[in-house]
């Protein structure tokens, strides 16, 4: 897969970042009204942060909706910067993992809920979602696609259906972008909604769970698990970043979205198989 770090498309809002270019993976703006469009957003931007948080910059908490009931959401435990930590020093970059009970995960919708204390550490909020590549042959025909596409790159706009993942939903113009941000001055956080695997026509919880992919057969080896194709080397994690109004990167939680076999807490083996579902089950009324 082709390398796609491109400018920042920055809101013109915000003029005094429009100067910069090549600063990582392209993002696009979500809308001034953060009710509208993907997110959901709350509070005002009325904090500071210099040397130090005395809660979290960035928590990250991952909410549960089985299909049946949508508004019943279930919150998990959050992902968090350590208090007391600055930009810049070992605890500012934290890796963390959600799991979540394989059934449950195929049949509900995701919800992340993204939020800080710092709006000058914090100005700007990314989150590129999870992704991965499916495919780069001329007749892919996944479950979630009517009909075969041209993944070869001969057709240009490639087909989104010729990637797989969160990002294909939550960014309105991926691929051409791969991730969003909020501005903190405007709300202090915000939620964005993934809907659940079954929903659509997904074979398997490679939709949403980013741990698949490497404990199958590696990141590094391309694969086809339960009919969900994967391209070596083409997968984006889920990335939340706290920038500040140069940029430049404070804080950043690289989350793992865990299909989860057995119970909450185990650790699938390198030789773990997702078991098989299908993708054609409607809940029925």
Known sequence: MQSRNKPIFIAALFLPL????GCGSQVTAKAVNLTTGIGTG???GTGTGTGGSTTSPITVTVGTAWETDLSDVTALQPCTIPTGSIPGDVNSSQLCTVYIPEGQLYFSQLNFTVATDSVNDCAIMVFEPYYYRASTSVGFFPAYETTAIDCSGATVPIPTGCWNG???TIV????TDTGVYYLSQLALSTTYTLPSANSKHEESNTWSANNLAATL????ASHSPVG???IANSMQDYIFQCR????????QITLTISDDPILAGFNPPPTYVPSPVRAAWYLFP
Do not use: E, I, K
């Open 244 to 251: 500040d109004a140069y940029n430049q990167v404070h804080y």
């Open 42 to 44: 709350t509070g005002t």
């Open 217 to 220: 057969t590696g990141r590094g």
């Open 18 to 21: 429009l100067a910069l270019v």
């Open 228 to 230: 969900d194709g994967y």
């Open 172 to 175: 309105p113009s991926f691929p």
């Open 166 to 168: 969160a990002a294909t």
